[in-house]
């Protein structure tokens, strides 16, 4: 039984680093996409006011799912123009690695709608967001390209610097919350998202 798991697990991580140049050319409309949706999702945030911390929430949480879903159907298309099965086990273990920092995300998302105040909610949710979604990305991002864990790195750390400047300093900042998310989610993913179209190109020209 143990030689068994041991030689699927084996084929999985073998399969994964074999598809790694695969992921990265997938990677580079979903990401470009994520940032085209943070950067307008951020705008209208803006423009319409929407600073309750309810409206906060419920708001970027119904971004979140469009842009997914807009993920997923880039990956499945990518997946029937190679010929192969959209979840297979590599795909499985790449959400698993990312499911728990999402789950926590969600998690905290309602608790903060739930028992904290508005301003509080509005500048403490993207820093945290930021963070876990950082910490998905660097687990997912394990067999692939090292690109995907610098971006979650970058996620992290930007994060972990807001959380410092909110919780730790007397000065309240200056930018809002739709704007914090808009430059990294929006910003972060639209940058990376055309790295890898202009990499990609370099590759294909050599």
């Not at 906060?56 to 807009?70: K, M, P, R």
């Amino acid at each position: 039984m143990e030689t068994k798991w041991a030689s699927e697990n084996l084929q999985v991580i073998r399969t994964l680093m074999e598809r790694s140049a695969l992921y990265r050319r997938a990677l580079a409309p979903i990401m470009t996409w994520a940032g085209c949706c943070g950067i307008v999702a951020a705008i209208i945030g803006n423009s319409a006011h929407l600073e309750s911390a309810q409206q906060f929430a419920i708001y970027w949480l119904a971004v979140s799912c469009v842009t997914s879903i807009g993920a997923f159907l880039l990956v499945r298309r990518q997946a029937l123009k190679d010929a192969e099965p959209f979840w297979s086990p590599p795909t499985r273990r790449v959400a698993q690695a990312a499911l728990p920092a999402f789950f926590l995300g969600g998690v905290l998302s309602m608790l903060f709608v739930w028992q904290a105040g508005a301003d509080t909610v509005q500048m403490t949710l993207p820093p945290i967001w930021m963070a876990l979604y950082g910490c998905a990305l660097h687990a997912a991002g394990f067999f692939m390209q090292r690109g995907i864990r610098l971006l979650g790195w970058l996620f992290v750390i930007t994060g972990s610097a807001l959380i410092y400047a909110i919780v730790g300093s007397d000065e309240d900042l200056t930018v809002s919350a739709h704007t914090l998310m808009g430059i990294a989610f929006g910003g972060f993913h639209l940058a990376y998202g055309i790295y890898l179209y202009l990499t990609e190109k370099r590759k294909n020209a050599a």
